[in-house]
């Protein structure tokens, strides 16, 4: 069966099929579902489309009601139910909810089960709530007894089926928690619901590299789930950590820590234990040091997933049975060593290193079990390193033979992968070997004849091997600006040995890297030399080159390295340049706001990146900004475009000579890898137009044309609007397609917003060169999310006004709403409402004009607690109670599901400032509403 392409309304394909399917009979959706083989998964698309209303109704064997219900909208898959079908309002529920479903849903669901193979699938069930209708998970589990997919999908399946996709629907408030221990104090409901609020989900999203097509063209089957989706472990509940850190203030908190530390280890395991069956955990690995590197504090960890906030959740409940009952401590500390993963180790280690709790032997035979390769796994290493510190010292003459045995051992073997080189894998014994003598050597400890000798040996053999001041040896990776902290292999001093040795390719281990970046940024003379002198003989290290441009790019190396370098680098044979586009090209960007003498060489090297580029493709792009800006071809524009920035610019003075015929090239649409160029140069676009009108009217502007090229057009709008600025002259040249984009407003991507805000602000301006027509023709033109980008910006236009609010609702606002601003139904949406509601109160002095205009714009509130928050804290209620009253009335509809925090602050306001309104019906329906809700007025 052929996807749904869309198609022209006298041949509405998708139409006519979603007729078909909605046929209550179900026999249009029982072929539908057999047809073999099955339809494709993009007829999810028009399935879930809402593009049903109210008089569709009838369709589905709905009776409606009288006033039709302009806002009702809904799909195929996602539609009211007939009475007969339709759950009970209930004040307790007793069975699942969701109504039960027509022959048609059930068709449906069982052509879905049929792509169970299929990730997007998941994907989709992810994106819409994650959590199946009882009736589809009976469907999903008969096709996978039936079916089974391979293996990886199934461990999907079963994540979705438990209930451990996370949901937007999930209603876990850690805030709210919080106030009740307060009220309450830590009972046994409240530790059962903290249980189910930190409890671990997946999040499901498209896979970051898709692995549907290799080069070739041909399948390429995934080799871990990742490969399909990408998920993320996070808890049921967001922004745990501050939640977490404001309640741990709290005395009653501490209190309650140590009755908590049970189900906070089963639910760091239940974590872990999920991410074993992603495949992101096992007994040796579970990635923990990454995402948490210290399990006590430290400013290496940067609490990025929420998860680790049950890592610090377990310590410190272990902290806090330890000052009550330490030998229960001790003994959980044991338990820990029994659960398969290296973060339940690390905690143990952490745990032995209180020397009141652990006995010396027990943490010794921990550091040291499994052949002892917890003493040198990255996964436990900056505990490792903890406990190795704490415990050395204390050990007696026995156990300290035993750590030094251990220590001269070195790694197991099967730590490093089979085809390292042996010298490599020596040098890296050497240094994890000196490391953990030293660390022990360094808290005191006084080694044998044997352990201290090799000690000195490594210490002279590697002479640049140093403890780090910081502790940041101790740690697998070190975020921050500090040297990794495994760099170990030094460069040759002596010119000659340099030469030699960067003749040798570089060291592809990640674990055994060299410092000759350091080197060129420390000692740029030899480096550069050594580099000259092969260059010399026709030899040119392209590993090496790339590495010294990248430091060379840095803000100390930038006047040297181009003093002494530039016609070396220029002197490269094409092949070579073309290896280096990317550390090139930034280092010419680098250097163009302070170089000095030999322009024509950095032209020339420009010009020669351009050409190597030139024959290159564009990959499509959501974003052509950020990829223009990461693109060599991006790189020397902005460079070229910041020598010039350095000359003293003026309106008229027209393109230097130097730059012209390259900003010319550049704007060459037939050379389609120029674009990233062509995106960069529209980002400047005023200050080029305003020095050079002509040539900015030939070459640059025609670029904005979404006649002559929507794909160069849709570059330029996102380059412009990435900072955009009202400058009228260039509007005015632009005038057509700046108009023309609102109808292009889709295929501005991220930038969408960007052009709906600019529009908005340019029909506030007076003294522009559009006529209200054509502004309101283009406004009408945008789409709902346009149009509420456009409320949005209205409301951060007033909100800026500080206390000219009242004059500029009066003089812009309000003109903008009655000549501009559509009036077509469309235009009523809840979010829209919503913002506008925002706009009344942003009117403040105004705020009863403001009222009388957009009333009619506005509804209720899906979640009215910010506006009401506005409102009251801009003492609206106070300062005009009529108004505020009837404001409120419309915002907040009996269909809110919680009343706003401020509403009844808000009420007895309006009752202080005018008493009569007491007795106005509105006023009682939300007193009412207050009630109903438990908030007694």
């Known amino acids: 069966m052929a996807k749904p392409l869309v198609s022209t309304r006298q041949d509405d394909f998708v139409g006519r099929m979603l007729w078909a399917l909605s046929d209550k009979r179900a026999l249009s959706a029982k072929r539908f579902a057999d047809h073999t083989p099955p339809p494709p998964l993009e007829w999810l698309e028009p399935l879930t489309d809402f593009r049903f209303t109210h008089s569709d109704l009838p369709r589905f064997g709905i009776t409606p009601e009288a006033k039709v219900d302009d806002k009702l909208a809904f799909s195929l898959v996602q539609r009211p139910a007939p009475y007969s079908r339709a759950p009970l309002m209930a004040m307790v529920e007793s069975h699942c909810l969701g109504s039960e479903w027509d022959e048609v849903m059930e068709e449906i669901a069982r052509w879905l089960s049929r792509h169970v193979h299929d990730p997007k699938l998941v994907l989709w069930v992810a994106k819409h709530g994650g959590r199946l209708h009882h009736q589809f998970a009976r469907r999903i589990n008969q096709e996978l007894e039936k079916n089974p997919p391979p293996p990886m999908m199934q461990t999907l399946w079963r994540v979705v089926l438990s209930g451990r996709v996370k949901s937007r629907y999930e209603q876990f408030d850690l805030y709210d928690w919080r106030a009740r221990f307060k009220r309450d104090d830590m009972t046994s409901t409240l530790r059962l619901q903290l249980r189910e609020i930190l409890g671990p989900r997946v999040q499901l999203r498209e896979p970051f590299r898709g692995w549907e097509g290799a080069e070739d063209g041909e399948l390429k089957e995934p080799t871990q789930i990742k490969d399909m989706v990408d998920w993320e472990i996070e808890l049921g509940a967001d922004h745990v950590h501050s939640a977490l850190e404001d309640i741990s203030k709290n005395p009653r908190w501490r209190a309650a820590l140590s009755d908590l530390l049970a189900d906070a280890t089963t639910l760091l395991r239940d974590t872990l234990d999920l991410m074993r069956e992603l495949g992101g955990a096992d007994d040796h690995h579970d990635g923990s040091y990454v995402h948490q590197p210290s399990i006590s504090d430290h400013p290496q960890n940067r609490n990025f997933h929420d998860w680790t906030a049950l890592i610090i959740l377990v310590r410190d409940s272990w902290l806090a049975m330890a000052e009550r009952f330490p030998n229960r ?5 044991e338990r820990w060593l029994s659960i398969p993963y290296p973060l339940f180790r690390r905690l143990a280690f952490f745990a032995a290193a209180h020397v009141d709790l652990v006995a010396s032997e027990h943490g010794l035979g921990w550091l040291l079990s499994e052949d002892c390769w917890w003493l040198w796994s990255a996964e436990t290493e900056r505990e490792a390193f903890r406990l190795l510190v704490s415990l050395a010292p204390r050990l007696d003459s026995q156990g300290l033979a035993t750590l030094e045995r251990a220590i001269l051992k070195g790694p ?42 090799r000690l000195q040996a490594l210490s002279k053999q590697y002479p640049r091997l140093k403890l780090a001041t910081d502790e940041s040896d101790e740690f697998p990776f070190w975020m921050g600006n500090g040297n990794d902290v495994r760099t170990f292999v ?32 420390d000692n740029f003379p030899p480096t550069a030399c050594a580099l000259a002198v092969l260059a010399g003989n026709g030899e040119w290290p392209v590993a090496r080159w790339r590495e010294a441009l990248q430091a060379w790019a840095e803000e100390s190396l930038l006047k040297r390295s181009w003093r002494y370098m530039n016609s070396l680098v220029n002197s490269a044979p094409d092949a070579v340049l073309k290896e280096l586009t990317h550390p090139l090209s930034w280092w ?18 420009i010009r020669r990146l351009l050409v190597l580029e030139r024959d290159e493709g564009v990959e499509a792009d959501d974003d052509p900004v950020s990829r223009a800006i990461n693109h060599p071809v991006g790189h020397v524009t902005e460079a070229a475009l910041r020598w010039w920035y350095q000359r003293p610019l003026e309106d008229g003075q027209g393109l230097p000579d130097a730059i012209k015929p390259l900003f010319s090239e550049l704007c060459n649409t037939q050379i389609i890898s120029f674009r990233h160029g062509r995106v960069v140069l529209a980002t400047h676009v005023i200050a080029l137009f305003r020095v050079d009108p002509n040539w900015a009217t030939q070459h640059l502007l025609p670029l904005f044309d979404w006649k002559k090229s929507s794909g160069e057009a849709r570059a330029a709008w996102q380059g412009f609007l990435g900072s955009p600025r009202l400058y009228w002259p260039l509007l005015e040249a632009i005038k057509q397609p700046f108009l023309g984009t609102a109808e292009r407003y889709a295929q501005l991507g991220r930038r969408n917003d960007q052009y709906a805000a600019f529009l908005t602000f340019a029909a506030l301006e007076p003294g522009g060169i559009f006529s209200k027509f054509e502004l309101a023709t283009a406004t009408r033109s945008l789409p709902s999310d346009g149009l509420h980008a456009a409320a949005q910006a209205l409301v951060r236009a007033l909100e800026g006004t500080g206390e000219q609010r009242g004059e500029y609702w009066r003089n812009r606002v309000l003109p903008y709403f009655k000549s501009i601003w559509p009036k077509s139904r469309s235009a009523m949406t809840p979010v829209i409402s919503e913002s506008l509601a925002r706009l009344c109160v942003a009117a403040q002095d105004a705020f009863p004009e403001a009222l009388v205009e957009l009333t009619h714009w506005l509804q209720p509130v899906e979640y009215p607690d910010h506006v009401v928050h ?12 009529e108004a505020a009253l009837a404001f409120l009335s419309i915002v907040i509809g009996d269909d809110a599901q919680w009343p706003p925090s401020d509403l009844g602050d808000c009420l007895q306001a309006i009752r202080h400032a005018s008493p009569a309104l007491e007795a106005d019906p509105r006023f009682q329906r939300l007193t009412e509403y207050l009630r109903r809700h438990g908030n007694e007025q």
Do not use: Y
């Not at 030469?499 to 281990?509: F, N, R, T």
């Not at 302070?594 to 020339?604: A, D, L, Q, S, Y």
């Open 329 to 333: 401590a001790a003994l959980e500390a």
């Open 412 to 453: 197991p073997r099967e730590m490093f992968n089979d085809d390292m080189e042996p010298e490599r894998l020596q040098r890296r014994v050497d240094r994890e070997t000196w490391l953990r003598l030293a660390k022990a050597s360094d808290a005191g400890v006084a080694f044998n004849a044997a352990a201290d000798a």
């Open 490 to 521: 030094t460069t040759p001093k002596r010119r000659r040995e340099l030469v030699a040795w960067l003749k040798q390719p570089p060291s592809i281990d990640h674990w055994q890297e060299d410092d000759w970046r350091q080197r060129c940024r």
């Open 588 to 605: 010419l960007q680098s250097i163009a706001k302070t170089f000095e003498g030999r322009e024509p060489v950095f032209f020339k090297l």
């Open 870 to 881: 506005l409102l009251h804290d801009a003492k609206i209620p106070e300062r005009f109670p």
